[in-house]
């Protein structure tokens, strides 16, 4: 139908215009079923998108330029002449196509033929050159061997020569510093030693073992030479300035005979140590340095400079000589003899070193820390002896344990005093040996655990040590948790300053061990006084958990056990042993390292903390029966009574609540009395309200006394802890608010809660519910609530309803 359509409006515009030149009767007919087709045509042809239309687009084209309107049917002669131009053009430009694309198609296939000539060619060529080559390999072959074997025979001439070079090298230097010695020309003698030592090492990657072998040879024959020359002058230096030191600093004298030549013996001091120090490669080459068994994880440090190394040959031997074999200073019950003894010759030749040795140091350019090396050196006397020592006192609880003492004082001597570095090897790295350092755990562990037992038996265990001193005492700690958290403390610096995390949280295990161990005695002990839950001791247990979990609160934002907690991180990350929630909360610093312990320490209190309310609460509901009872209906009004007094009914009720409050102020921390007084105030509303408020009902004269009762007795038994007490008793206080109301206000607000309740449209003028409520100072009673206690209102006047 589109396709007809389109044709027979096409076909007649064509003939109106072959056949008719003017305006006649047909013409008009013509017009007149063009625009019929065309009508036609907008009804029923339709688009088809999976091909080209023309007929849409001729019906559009119409459309487009004639539409309904016949006037415009006189512009179809233009628009025929326009198309039939449009078209001869199109003819002419297929024709002009049509004519091209044979030439562009014959000069292509001329190219292509030409393009495979040429390849035809070069193949040949690639042909006749790739024989020529063959050929000429095959004829050069033998002379390729020949000069294979003149190459060979050079090479090995050249390394033959290099070989010979490296050895009139090495012999030139040699026969150099033994001219340098005939001179006496030390100096030069020393820096040619320590280029020859610097071709040693350079040699090394060299497979050629004979000549390895030479070097190293001639090396040490000299080395040997100049270190026993300058160690002699050294040491004879070192004589004339009394050295070693073995008084303290103050008392050292000047050992020179005659102090005007001491210019010149420090002189000698310095050109000898330099000298010393050109040694250092080649000492350091031929010299293995006495090493501790790799069970001991010692960090790599450099072997101990030459001159510095010299200067502790008589400290080394007085060592050895007191504190090895059978002598009677080597026992093993007095390891402080060696330690203090090391100690002590740090600091009696401390200031030597700074003053003449560092300055020798910074002139030659070294980075070596005089003090720091002459202190190394001497560690590493003691850690020899501690490894030798202690597998033969490894089982001996009372003789370790001192020995743990003594080295944990030497170290804190030696940091603190000395300036020694944690990256340097220590007595920490001999302790933290495997046997050793389990056996340490387990020695610490029990003496902690007979400490516990001796704490918690002693007679002032649950005595403040501070209870007559107000200002310290405001925690009300007993004796045996602040000497638990002492030996707590004790334990972290005894440990902290091992060197490495697995170790400090093997140890920081052990402190969890011990705080769950503390909170289960004290849970027995506590529950051997529930009967007396406020009790002087009761108290103090529950002071005592409160101080413990403060203490590993306020620890846990310590940079020490951070850094444990970062350690604990990466530890759980790598074997999977907690969830990824619990490793997102140890990350982000949401939770610390003593978390579980806090956590059970916090329900303990709060258990503990809610049997003492309980208990109170029950005392105070005892005595709160006869006021149950009061008489709220027939009381006299206020204008019927001179002056206002307490019911007394109510006086055993807050006399209770004011001696126990007095007796656990006395007895607990602030912080706990706090949550105390709070949870028992909370219970005391909701009983007053729902067992007496709302059980009875008020005449004008019961609602006056009972806010009497409460807004002037019981309120202000909780203003010593607080500046509005009222606020902790919301329950009460809004219910003596809405049986206090005037009548007015009282008829009022009942009007706007029934009209609220029966969901009726509120008048322009007229408060909600909550609106009314809120501006009576009621925020708490819902409205339900509001209305049973105007229900419990007695007097009413008679409104006719």
């Known amino acids: ?78 628009l025929i002449d326009k198309l039939s131009a449009n078209k001869k053009q199109l003819e002419e430009q297929v024709l002009t196509v049509s004519s091209e694309v044979p030439k562009r198609i014959q000069n292509a296939l001329k190219n292509a033929e030409d393009s495979k000539k040429s390849l035809s060619r070069l193949l040949e060529e690639e042909t006749l050159l790739s024989d020529s080559i063959s050929s000429h390999l095959l004829k050069a072959q033998p002379w ?21 070079k490296w050895i009139s090298r090495i012999e030139e230097l040699s026969d150099s510093i033994q001219q340098y010695l005939m001179t006496n020309n030390v100096p030069e003698a020393a820096s040619t030693l320590a280029f020859m030592a610097e071709l040693d090492i350079k040699l090394q990657e060299s497979s050629c073992s004979h000549l390895l072998a030479f070097v190293r040879s001639t090396v040490k024959f000299w080395h040997k030479i100049l270190k026993d020359k300058l160690s002699s002058d050294f040491e004879e230096v070192l004589t004339q300035l009394r050295w070693p030191f073995v008084g303290p600093p103050q008392s050292q004298a000047f050992g020179l005979a005659a102090p005007a030549s001491a210019p ?287 203490v590993l609160a306020d620890w846990a934002d310590n940079v020490f056990f951070l850094q444990l907690q970062q350690a604990e991180l990466e530890v759980h990350a790598e074997s999977n042993a907690v969830s990824k929630l619990q490793l997102g909360q140890l990350a982000s610093m949401e939770s610390s390292v003593f978390d579980e312990m806090i956590n059970l320490l916090e329900r303990l209190k709060h258990d503990m903390l809610t049997r003492q309310v309980d ?46 409050l007095l007796q656990l102020e006395q007895q607990l ?18 009983y007053i309200y729902q067992e007496i408020i709302m059980a009875n009902h008020f005449n004008e004269g019961g609602a006056a006394q009972l806010q009497f009762d409460m807004s002037r007795n019981l309120f202000p038994l909780f203003s010593h802890y607080c500046k509005r007490p009222e606020n902790y008793f919301k329950h009460i206080k809004e219910a003596c608010i809405i049986l206090n109301l005037n009548i007015g206000s009282a008829l009022l607000l009942k009007d706007v809660l029934q009209s609220a309740s029966e969901n009726e449209t509120l008048k322009p003028n007229q408060p909600s519910a909550a609106a009314a409520l809120n501006e009576l100072g009621v925020y708490k009673l819902a409205q339900k609530d509001v209305e049973i206690l105007l229900n419990l209102r007695a007097s009413w006047p008679n409104t006719g309803k």
């Open 1 to 78: 139908m589109c396709g007809s359509a389109s044709a027979s409006s096409v076909i007649l515009c064509r003939f109106s215009y072959k056949y008719f030149s003017g305006p006649s009767t047909l013409q008009i007919i013509a017009r007149s079923k063009i625009m019929a087709a065309v009508a036609v045509r907008k009804k029923e042809v339709i688009r088809d998108l999976d091909r080209c239309d023309i007929p849409y687009y001729v019906s559009e084209f119409v459309e487009r330029e004639v539409g309904n309107d016949y006037d415009s049917l006189r512009k179809l002669d233009n």
């Open 144 to 164: 390729m061997e020949d000069l294979d074997v003149l190459i060979s025979q050079v090479e090995e001439i050249e390394r033959h020569l290099a070989y010979l």
């Open 264 to 550: 010149d013996v420090y002189n000698n001091l310095e050109m000898l140590f330099c000298q010393l120090l050109k040694l250092q490669t080649s000492d350091e080459l031929l010299t293995k340095p006495k090493q501790l068994p790799e069970k001991y994880s010692l960090p790599p440090s450099p072997p101990i400079i030459l001159p510095i190394q010299i200067m502790l040959n008589p400290l080394q031997k007085r060592f050895k000589y007191h504190f090895t074999g059978n002598k009677q200073t080597n026992v093993l019950n007095k390891p402080e003899w060696y330690l203090t003894q090391v100690l002590m010759w740090i600091g009696n030749h401390a200031k030597f070193l700074d003053d003449k040795i560092q300055p020798i140091l910074d002139k030659a350019g070294s980075s070596v820390n005089a003090g720091l090396e002459f202190s190394r050196a001497l560690v590493m006397l003691i850690l020899e002896k501690l490894a030798a020592d202690i597998p033969c006192l490894l089982y001996d609880d009372t003789l370790f344990c001192h020995l743990v003492d003594e080295v944990l004082l030497f170290e804190r001597e030696l940091y603190s005093v000395h300036g020694y570095l944690g990256t340097l090897p220590s007595c920490m790295h001999i302790l933290s040996e495997e046997s050793c350092f389990q056996r340490w755990l387990t020695v610490e562990k029990k003496f902690a655990l007979q400490k516990m037992d001796s704490m918690l038996s002693s007679e002032a265990a649950w005595i403040s040590q501070y209870k007559d001193i107000t200002d310290v005492d405001e925690m009300k700690v007993p004796d045996c948790a602040e000497t638990f958290m002492t030996l707590l403390l004790v334990i972290t610096d005894r440990y902290k300053n091992l060197p490495t995390a697995s170790r400090k949280l093997q140890f920081l295990g052990l402190q969890k061990e011990l705080v769950d161990d503390f909170r289960i005695r004290l849970t027995q002990v506590m529950k051997e006084e529930t009967r007396a839950s406020l009790g002087f001791r009761y108290c103090a247990i529950l002071n005592a958990v409160n101080y413990i979990a403060t």
């Open 615 to 660: 208990h109170v609460f029950r005392e105070v509901k005892d005595a709160a029966k006869l006021y149950k009872k009061e008489r709220w209906l027939s009381l006299p009004s206020q204008a019927e009574q001179a002056v206002m007094s307490l019911s007394s009914t109510a006086c055993p009720m807050l006399l209770t609540l004011r001696d126990r």
């Open 669 to 686: 921390c602030h912080s706990l009395f706090k949550i105390f007084w709070q949870m028992l105030a909370e219970k005391v509303d909701i």
